[in-house]
């Protein structure tokens, strides 16, 4: 594996050195296109033209979905800031869409402004996630008017390096849960949060990019091989999640705390958003 400086031909970058667009519509898998298909009207009709574009990210139009494992995951961009009547709409239309279809285990939905998705703030953190990791299902391709981005440190802190503001709303999701289902969940979305920020950590110094939870806590393991077990251990519960809060409190307390300071260490602090706004996945 690639750990010397920058050549531009690491794993997952394109000859140039820089971060390669994941996924496509033609990867999407025989049975996820129907799913797809639906999404795609539902959103035009919900918001007809005040829709800006929206996309697909991870694992099917990556084309590595596991039918009925899988969740749906959208991102759909407005012409204007979505008010709380939208977000509710979008709410309904996911819950639907799981609903329907007993190819995808839920829907995650994420509903921006173009505005936001465009600004200086987000340029290397919502811009890149857009830009390398969305596929484009509607409207206009925003990717366009963004930049190519390195595996550097510059990237590493502005889309990770805000992992200290989550773990106390973790731990309160943790104390709130109420059955085996919310606590399965809390492991799932907690193990891939750590496995892509674990990653990130070390993508610098890899010179390349991954969003296959495995690979990225092999990757991990190669730099801090004494975490390495945690990590890998973390990437199989977020395919395979368990209801078991010691597993949630070794997350809290234990590997989050470690690599939140660790990550702070080698990249800093991400540059803080207007009105607290630093979480893109609003864990």
């Known amino acids: 594996m690639n750990t010397s400086a920058v050549t531009g031909h690491g794993p997952g970058l394109d000859p140039q ?5 994941e996924g496509s519509l033609g990867q999407v898998q025989a049975e996820f296109r129907p799913v797809v298909a639906a999404a795609r009207d539902r959103v035009l009709a919900v918001f007809g033209t005040r829709l800006d574009s929206a996309y697909l990210y991870g694992s099917i139009p990556r084309g590595t979905a596991r ?40 829907v995650g939905a994420l509903l921006e402004s173009r505005q936001r998705l465009l600004s200086e703030a987000e340029t ?9 990791l969305c596929t484009p299902l509607l409207g206009e391709d925003l990717a366009e008017f963004l930049p190519r981005y390195r595996p550097d440190s510059l990237l590493a802190r502005e889309t990770n390096g805000d992992l200290a503001l989550f773990l106390p709303r973790w731990r309160e999701r943790v104390a709130a849960a109420a059955d085996d289902d919310e ?20 993508m ?18 190669q730099y801090y091989p004494e975490w390495g077990g945690r990590l890998r251990d973390a990437a199989a519960l977020a395919y395979e999640p368990v209801a078991d809060r010691a597993v949630l409190a070794s997350y809290t307390e234990e590997l989050g705390p470690w690599l939140a300071a660790e990550y702070a260490s080698v990249h800093g602090t991400k540059t803080p958003r207007e009105g607290g706004r630093n ?5």
């Open 124 to 132: 290397y953190d919502l811009g890149w996630f857009v830009a390398c």
């Open 17 to 21: 050195g820089y971060i390669a667009r």
């Open 67 to 106: 039918p009925g494992r899988s969740d749906l995951d959208l991102l759909i961009a407005l012409r204007e800031e979505p008010t709380d009547a939208d977000r509710a709409e979008v709410e309904a239309l996911g819950a639907a869409l799981d609903e329907e279809f007993e190819q995808i285990d839920g």
């Open 279 to 283: 979480d893109r996945f609003g864990q």
């Open 204 to 221: 610098p110094r890899w010179n390349g990019w991954s969003s296959d939870l495995t690979e990225m806590a092999e990757v991990f393991a």
């Open 183 to 202: 606590l399965r969940a809390l492991c799932r979305s907690f193990a891939r949060h750590l496995v892509r920020t674990a990653c990130t950590l070390v």
